[in-house]
DNA sequence: GAGTAATCGAGACGGTACGTCGTGTCTTGAT
DNA sequence: ATCAAGACACGACGTACCGTCTCGATTACTC
C-alpha cells in the first residue's frame, strides 16, 4: 500500500533535503510542501529518517547507467566520472551528501541501498573485464569499487576540493595499473 | 578567551555525540552534563555545529601516530589499519561518523580540519618512500591517500561491513601494485 | 431505526463515560469498545454529545422508584436517600455526575430528559399527601423538589462532601417545618 | 511567581469559556488570544483545568456582595437574588455554567473553590440573624445555602427555567417557615 | 583590599517541530 | 446498493530544544 500522495511526498521530501539538509528537513515541512497533512506521512513513515529512507529508494535522482566502452578502463573511467558529476552538481551533490550525512546515524536509512546495492550492477563491468581478458579472475570488483568511489567522495565531499579534469582517469590508472 | 569550563564543555559535547549521534546532541545536554547554563555555551559558540567543530578540534580522539615501518608498504598499511580501528571501535567510531554526518552539512564544522589536513602528517610517509626509491617523484600522496581512506570509509561506514583481517593489506597492495 | 447492535453501542458508551468522564468518553473508544466501526457511529449520531444523550435516555441507570412510604416525610425522605445513593455511588454517580456535565454545556442532551422530567413522576408524592392534609394545595411541588435535589447535588457533588447518614431527614425537614 | 502576562491569559480563559464551553476551551487557543506562548501556559500550570481553575480563582467574575439588609430574611433573599443573576446573565452564567460542567469531572478544579468557599462569606449573614435572635443556634447554615443555591442551579441550569420574579423570595420562604 | 570588568547561573520567554490522538468526512472494495 | 474498513484533512495535544533576553551573583584582574 502507499499513500495517495507518495510521488509529491517524495519529491518535497528530497528537495527539501537538498534545499535545507538533513537537519532542516522536517516532517511538517513535506507535508506543507507536497499538500498532505502532517498525520498522513506519520501514517506511512515511523520517522524522518524512514520517510527519506524509502525517498531515496525510489529516487532516480542518484542513479548513473552502467557504461559499456568496449574496455576495463573506459567503463571505470566513465563510471567514476558519472559519480564525480552526481557528487559535484546539484540537486544530485545535495541530497547524495545529506543522505550520506542522515544514513551515518540512522540505521534505518540503510546505507547499503544507495552505495552498496549500486554494486550488483556495476559488478558486470568486471565480469565483462574477466571475459576480455583484462582482469584476473580473482580480482576482488567490491575493492576496486570501494577504492574508486571511496576517493571520489574523499575528494568531492570531505576535502571539498574540485575534481579535476582527469582525476577520474588518475584514480582508475592508479587502481588498475599501481602507483609504483 | 575561553569559558571556564571548557574542558567539562568540551568532554560533554563528545560523550553526548557518541552517544546518540548528532540529532541527539543538544546544547541544553551538554549544559546539564557539563554542569554550565545554556547561556554560558550559547555566549562562546553561536551553535550546536561550531561548538561541535571547537570540540572536534581539540580532541585528540582522533588523532593516530603516523608509522615509519622501515617499507612504504609497511607504512601505509598501518595507517590504514589504524584509520579501520578508528573507524570501527567505539568510541572513535562514533565520534567520527557523526564528525563527518555534521561537517557534511555544516560548512562550519569545516571537515578539512578532521580529513584534509591530516595529509600534511601522512606525506612524510611518501617523502620517505620517494627517498628510498619505493615510489616514483611523481607519485601524488593525495590521490593514494584519499583512495585508500576512501576504501575504508565505504566499507566500514557506508557498506557497514566489518573490515576483514587483510582489507588493509589488500587494499594497500590493489593501489601499489595495482589490480590488473 | 436503529443500528444493529445498539444495546453494545449504548452500553460501551455508559461504561465509558464513568470509567474516563466526559472528555475521556471517544466516539473512537465507543466504537472500538462495542465491536462497531466508527462510521456506524456516525452515521446514526452526529456528535459525542447526541450520542451520549441517545445511551442516556435509554439508560435505566438512572431510575429510581417513587416510594410510598404513607407519610409525605417518609416519601420525600426516600427519595432524597435514593437520589443521595444515586449521587454518591458508582456507576451511578459517575455517569449522573458526567451526565450533569455534559448536558450543561451541550443543549442538544436536553438536561430535561434526565432530571427535569423526574418531576412527573413524584408530583404523585405530593398529590398523595395533599389528598391526605399534609400540604395545602397551593404548595409547589417543584420548588419542594428543586430545593432538595439541589441541595444533595450542591452537598454531594459541588462540595464533593459525604452525604451524612441524616442528611436526607435534615433537608426534608428544613424544607417541611422551615427553619425559623 | 506568576508569568508576566497572567492577567491576559486569566482573561483569555474566561473569555474563551463563556464564548464556546469547556470543549473549546483549548490552550493553544488562550496562548493565541492572550499573547503568549503555548510553552509558557504549560510553564505554569499543568493542564487546561488547572489553569481554568486558576483563572477562575482570581477572577472576580463570579463575586457578590454579601447583604446586610437588616433582616435574615432580607439578606437570604438579596444572596439567592444575587447568584440568580449571577447564573442567568452572561458573561458570567456562561462562566459559572461552564465552570460547573468543566469542576464536575475534574478534580484540580476543586470546586469548593467558587461554590464552598463562599460558605465563609455568607456564614455572616447567619450569625447576625442568630445574633438577632431569628434563627435558633442550632442552625446549619450550610444547610439553608445548599438547600437556596442547590434550588437555583437546578431551575436555571438543570431544568432550564427562567427565575421567575419571585423565585428567590418564594424558596427563601419555604426553608425559613416551612411549606407544611 | 577595593573597585571594576568579565563571566556566570538561573530561568522566563517566543518559537518551531515533534509525534500522537481524536474528530468528522470521504472513498473504496467486497458482498 | 449497502456498508465495513480505513485513508484523509484538520485541530489540538503536551513535550523538547532552540536561541534570546533579562537579571543578580561570582569571579578575578587592576590599581
Given amino acids: 500500500m502507499a499513500p495517495r500522495k ?20 522536517t516532517v511538517e515541512g513535506v507535508a506543507e510542501t507536497s499538500g498532505v497533512n502532517k498525520t498522513t506521512i506519520y501514517r506511512w513513515w515511523p520517522s524522518k529518517a524512514a520517510l527519506l529512507a524509502a525517498a531515496l529508494v525510489e ?23 558519472a559519480l564525480g558529476v552526481l557528487l559535484t552538481e546539484p540537486p544530485g551533490r545535495d541530497v547524495a551528501v545529506a543522505a ?20 550488483a550492477r556495476e559488478r558486470v563491468v568486471f565480469e565483462r573485464a574477466v571475459r576480455r ?8 570488483p567490491m575493492l576496486v569499487m ?16 574540485p575534481l579535476g579534469k582527469d582525476f577520474a582517469a588518475e584514480a582508475v590508472a592508479a587502481v588498475l595499473d599501481g602507483v609504483s
Same sequence: chains 1, 2, 3, 4.
Fill in 6 to 25: 507518495q510521488r509529491e511526498i517524495f519529491a518535497a521530501t528530497l528537495r527539501l533535503l537538498a534545499d535545507k539538509g538533513y537537519d532542516g528537513l
Fill in 146 to 161: 570501494d577504492l574508486l568511489a571511496g576517493a571520489m567522495w574523499t575528494r568531492a565531499v570531505f576535502r571539498g576540493l
Fill in 59 to 81: 529516487a532516480d535522482m542518484l542513479d548513473f547507467d552502467v557504461p559499456d566502452t568496449g574496455s576495463l578502463r573506459g567503463d571505470l573511467v566513465a563510471l567514476v566520472e
Fill in 100 to 119: 550520506l550525512g542522515a544514513a551515518v546515524h540512522h540505521p534505518e536509512i540503510d546505507a547499503r541501498r544507495f552505495f552498496a546495492d549500486r554494486l
Fill in 133 to 140: 581478458g583484462e582482469l584476473p579472475e580473482s580480482t576482488d
